[in-house]
Nanobody, 125 residues
Framework: VQLVESGGGSVEAGGSLTLSCSAS????????MGWFRQGPGNEREGVAS????????HYADSVKGRFTISLDNAKKTLYLQMNSLKPEDTAMYYC????????????????????WGQGTQVTVS
């Protein structure tokens, strides 16, 4: 599967952005999809994840109540709606996918995912 992110940009604190991740290639409905980010000087961290086949999403504590992950399976597109953005949300945001994941909560550990997009930059000032 190939992943292409879009929607990043610069925004003032308190603002909103919506990231998109377009998937192509292999069967999409069996995948686990996630958003990850890597800020300056930081390790990559999981932000939100979801199973394409359904179920509840999983969020990092730092974004709960502010970010919403969603899927449009017909368009093979993953979204991340980001509200109430903070300067500490500044990072390169990556979309990731993997067909072999399971469990009650879709994983947020980046080592579980084998397919990655190139990233889109989000800057909050």
């Amino acid at each position: 599967v190939q992943l292409v992110e879009s929607g990043g940009g610069s925004v003032e604190a308190g603002g909103s952005l919506t990231l998109s991740c377009s998937a192509s290639g292999d069967t999409y409905s069996s995948y686990c999809m996630g958003w990850f980010r890597q800020g300056p000087g930081n390790e990559r961290e999981g932000v939100a994840s979801i199973y394409a086949g359904g179920g509840r999403p999983h969020y990092a504590d730092s974004v709960k109540g502010r970010f919403t992950i969603s899927l449009d399976n017909a368009k093979k597109t993953l979204y991340l709606q980001m509200n109430s953005l903070k300067p500490e949300d500044t990072a390169m945001y990556y979309c990731a996918a993997d067909p072999g994941l399971g469990g009650p909560d879709p994983p947020l550990g980046d080592h579980w995912y084998n397919y990655w997009g190139q990233g889109t930059q989000v800057t909050v000032s």
